[in-house]
């Protein structure tokens, strides 16, 4: 810019802020970490893993940013809605919210216990209700705000012994269009973005076999990384994307084309 003159949008944008549900390990923890590298302060929502919370905290504050680890079951309707309290109270705002907070129970469905279908549905769907109803609270003040849901490649594609999973993740694209249209004209995007097979803990847990007859499926032939969905989710979450709502991302590839 001539004569060292600023720009006055840059220069006034408030810092952003982001919670990232199950943000203590694998997708939530590279999503914490990418958009930390962007310059938001990120909170770091855990259930059980506090430890690996403050570590992911604690690499974010090493790098000069600023984060927060919260606890708490966005399962649970009283906890979400303090989870948000918490965040605004600590930061003065939010302006993003990314569900990511997931578990699996795994089994055929002829064997699938009433306990474990519902606990996959409560966090892994309800928990999202849970947090983008607290969420657009604040975010509808600010007339600004960036939802991006997690949710599954499983949701198109069916999986064997994922029954309750792969419904759940389908509610969740279900939920991201209403949400869209619900809050589009305060200003808030609700997009989603739908992983496949990706390295983590949890698909480190699957059989071999299971793993290499995902991977056969699979046009570019391998797993993905963690940072490829947090690279997607950044994206959905930035000034760049305001003009898309209501999209689900495939980042899998190629798996469900």
Same mark, same amino acid.
Not at 111 to 116: A, G, L, S
Not at 133 to 141: D, E, I, N, S, T
Not at 243 to 252: A, K, P, S
């Given at each position: 810019?001539?004569?060292?003159?600023?720009?006055?949008?840059?220069?006034?944008?408030?810092?952003?802020?982001?919670?990232?549900?199950?943000?203590?390990? $694998?997708?939530? +923890?590279?999503?914490?970490? *990418?958009?930390?590298? +962007?310059?938001?302060?990120? *909170?770091? !929502?855990?259930?059980?893993?506090?430890?690996?919370?403050? $570590?992911?905290?604690?690499?974010?504050?090493?790098?000069?940013?600023?984060?927060?680890?919260?606890?708490?079951?966005?399962? %649970?309707? =009283?906890?979400? #809605?303090?989870?948000?309290?918490?965040?605004?109270?600590?930061?003065?705002?939010? %302006?993003?919210?990314?569900? !990511?907070?997931?578990?699996? +129970? %795994?089994?055929?469905?002829?064997?699938?216990?009433? #306990? #474990?279908?519902?606990?996959?549905? !409560?966090?892994?769907?309800?928990?999202?209700?849970?947090?983008?109803?607290? *969420?657009?609270?604040?975010?509808?003040?600010?007339?600004?705000? @960036?939802?991006? !849901?997690?949710? =599954? /490649?499983?949701?198109?594609?069916?999986?064997?012994?994922? *029954?309750?999973?792969?419904?759940?993740?389908?509610?969740l694209i279900g939920l991201t269009k209403t949400a869209a249209r619900e809050f589009a004209s305060r200003?808030?995007?609700?997009?989603? /973005?739908?992983?496949?097979?990706?390295?983590? %803990?949890?698909?480190?847990?699957?059989?071999?076999?299971?793993?290499?007859?995902?991977?056969?499926?699979?046009?570019? $032939?391998?797993?993905? @990384?963690?940072?490829?969905?947090?690279?997607?989710?950044?994206?959905?979450?930035?000034?760049?994307?305001?003009?898309?709502?209501?999209?689900?991302?495939?980042?899998?590839?190629?798996?469900?084309?």
């Open positions: 810019m001539e004569g060292g003159e600023r720009d006055v949008t840059e220069a006034s944008q408030p810092e952003r802020v982001a919670l990232v549900t199950g943000g203590s390990r $694998g997708i939530g +923890r590279a999503v914490c970490l *990418a958009l930390a590298a +962007r310059g938001v302060a990120v *909170a770091v !929502n855990y259930v059980h893993g506090e430890e690996a919370a403050r $570590g992911v905290v604690h690499r974010i504050e090493e790098a000069g940013g600023r984060a927060l680890a919260v606890g708490g079951d966005v399962a %649970d309707a =009283s906890r979400a #809605d303090r989870l948000i309290q918490d965040v605004v109270q600590a930061f003065g705002r939010l %302006d993003i919210l990314v569900n !990511n907070a997931g578990i699996t +129970r %795994d089994t055929l469905l002829l064997r699938m216990k009433e #306990d #474990d279908w519902d606990a996959v549905m !409560n966090t892994n769907l309800k928990g999202a209700f849970h947090c983008i109803r607290a *969420a657009v609270r604040p975010m509808m003040k600010q007339r600004y705000g @960036r939802i991006v !849901n997690i949710t =599954s /490649v499983v949701a198109l594609l069916g999986n064997p012994g994922q *029954a309750n999973y792969a419904a759940a993740k389908a509610g200003g808030i995007t609700v997009n989603a /973005v739908a992983p496949g097979l990706i390295d983590t %803990d949890m698909t480190a847990a699957m059989a071999e076999e299971a793993v290499r007859a995902l991977q056969a499926q699979i046009p570019l $032939g391998r797993a993905g @990384r963690p940072e490829d969905v947090a690279e997607a989710v950044c994206f959905l979450a930035s000034e760049a994307a305001g003009y898309i709502t209501g999209h689900v991302l495939h980042v899998d590839g190629g798996m469900a084309m």
